[in-house]
């Protein structure tokens, strides 16, 4: 699976939106970008995953660029609730991907009155 | 629709004993995959099952062992306990994307 980068940290102000960056320049045609979070002491969340088109679901908005080599997760309005660690994962479906996700450090979002 | 489900939530083990984690995974999802989480390493894939055969496996000693049962139901064993074994133990259940429980805290002592 490709490698992302994401940036250790992030604020933002509670109500305002929060937009998310993921690097992922080494990504092949079926690789699916997906983004998970993870509150403290609990299991990851699924979030929202695309391949090349834009998405949203009632949680965020996925932006992938053209060129597939990076990608936006935006939470519209933040809400303290939404303090996490972002982690965005790229994976191929098959093969040696069974069941698998790759996750690296994350990005430490943390929401401000 | 009841969501994947891990017991115990809390354990405390000794060096050298073993434990056993069950991870019953959503209705009619037939994946199940475990992982550890700790703070230096990070979530780290342990194994992945799929109709009661091991498909995938990740880079762990083989003191660390699963199984699947017939109605999907997982469970992980590890053996002969080490302290760098006290992580959060965390299993998902997949028919795309996946979806994860709270995970077993396991201390070693």
């Known amino acids: 699976d490709a490698k992302t980068t994401q940036p250790t940290s992030m604020d933002c102000a509670e109500g305002r939106a929060a937009n998310l960056p993921c690097n992922h320049s080494t990504i092949s045609g079926n690789e699916y970008v997906y983004w998970y979070r993870q509150i403290h002491s609990q299991g990851p969340q699924y979030i929202i995953h695309?391949?090349?088109n834009n998405e949203t679901n009632e949680m965020a908005s996925l932006i992938i660029t053209e060129d597939r080599k990076s990608s936006t997760l935006i939470l519209p309005h933040a809400t303290l609730r939404d303090t996490a660690v972002y982690y965005c994962i790229v994976r191929d479906t098959g093969g040696t991907s069974y069941g698998k996700l790759t996750f690296g450090q994350g990005t430490i979002l943390t929401v401000h009155p | 629709k009841a969501g994947v489900t891990q017991t115990p939530r809390y354990l405390i083990k000794t060096r050298g004993q073993q434990v056993t984690l069950s991870c019953s995974p959503i209705?009619?999802?037939?994946?199940v995959s475990w992982y550890q989480q700790t703070p230096g390493q990070g979530l780290q894939f342990l194994f992945e099952y799929f109709s009661e055969t091991q498909r995938n496996k990740g880079n762990f000693p083989g003191r660390f062992s699963g199984r699947q049962f017939s109605n999907s139901r997982s469970e992980m064993n590890v053996s002969t306990l080490e302290l760098g074994d006290s992580a959060l133990y965390l299993c998902?259940?997949?028919?795309?994307?996946?979806?994860f429980g709270d995970g077993t805290r396991l201390s070693i002592l």
């Open positions: 209705s009619g999802h037939r994946s």
């Open positions: 998902a259940s997949s028919l795309q994307p996946q979806h």
């Open positions: 695309g391949l090349k």
